[in-house]
């Protein structure tokens, strides 16, 4: 099968822990370990996340005094597709994959005038506590918001419309390379006048995952992240997982935007556009998660035997 797998950020570096080399390699090893079996056994067209890695590098060059400006964004996100795409080629040779492993910085097409230029909404860079946080905003001209116990910096988030290495993403996924790609969603880019401009923004790397398995034609969807399945009821005494659900249902429910809702949203699109499978799950369930035995399962109709558990973590 030819398969578009999501691979969060969070999932290469976890919250609190600090944003080293070491760290994330072995992250990224363990991560490779995971993804190994799935890339031996069909084409993989693997996306993965780059919020804590974007903004680790928009703090140094914030605070470079070799530097008349920052670096902007969108290169920042280009330098983060080079490095976490190194190590993931790296280590699923490592892991025992024999075939190619081909990283490819992406560059995603965006509407200049998306709204999400006037409300960002995108997390990016470690989290602090709020009176940090605030002072970091003042200090850098950040947007700030929420994210559980802690305050993190936002971003823009438009939508993604094309992604422009999408011809050399089939050729190679045709020719049964395991393609990394779409790195923290890709470049957003813009048209203005004839000519591409980078924008500062993060483009969702779930959303940008769906476009291409739209695109790709690919037979599932799999989005892969740090927590067990899709809660439904989060926080609530109500709360318990989904094992299975229609994109109808799942697309009525609500999530939070900044972490679950790309996911849910993602998939969604993916089953409603394709009529086949998604599906969510942890990172190291990978192989389960895509045989339906973990993770949630998204189908194009319900399921008669569709069915909640109070097992799972969120």
Not at 18 to 47: I, K
Not at 209 to 235: M, N, S
């Amino acid at each position: 099968m030819l398969l578009v797998v999501a691979l969060g950020g969070n999932a290469l570096l976890e919250r609190g822990e600090r944003p080293d080399a070491l760290v994330q390699r072995e992250h990224v090893r363990a991560a490779a370990r995971a993804l190994a079996p799935l890339a031996a056994e069909h084409t993989l067209v693997l996306c993965h996340g780059n919020g804590p890695q974007i903004g680790m590098l928009a703090v140094e060059s914030e605070n470079d005094p070799a530097l008349t400006h920052p670096y902007p964004l969108d290169t920042l996100g280009a330098q983060t597709q080079g490095m976490i795409g190194y190590w993931l080629a790296q280590e699923l040779g490592n892991a025992g994959l024999t075939g190619p492993v081909v990283t490819i910085v992406t560059r995603t097409q965006v509407d200049a005038d998306d709204p999400a230029f006037r409300t960002p909404t995108k997390f990016v860079g470690n989290g602090y506590p709020e009176l940090t946080a605030r002072r970091l905003a003042r200090e850098h001209g950040w947007s700030i918001a929420r994210d559980g116990r802690d305050w993190r910096r936002v971003v823009a988030s438009p939508a993604p419309r094309a992604v422009v290495e999408l011809p050399t993403i089939r050729h190679l996924a045709a020719a049964g390379t395991t393609v990394i790609c779409g790195g923290g969603g890709g470049v957003p880019v813009v048209t203005r006048g004839g000519r591409s401009e980078g924008a500062q923004a993060v483009v969702d790397k779930d959303l940008t995952a769906a476009l291409l398995a739209i695109e790709l034609g690919a037979d599932r969807l799999v989005v892969l992240t740090d927590v067990d399945a899709v809660r439904q009821d989060f926080g609530t005494p109500r709360e318990r997982p989904l094992l299975q659900v229609d994109a109808a249902e799942l697309g009525a429910m609500r999530f939070p935007a900044g972490s679950m809702g790309p996911k849910v949203e993602a998939c969604v699109r993916f089953v409603t556009a394709t009529g086949r499978p998604a599906a969510i799950g942890a990172l190291r369930d990978a192989p389960a998660v895509l045989a339906g035995t973990a993770g949630t399962a998204v189908t194009a109709a319900p399921l008669a035997s569709a069915r909640l558990s109070s097992k799972g973590i969120q």
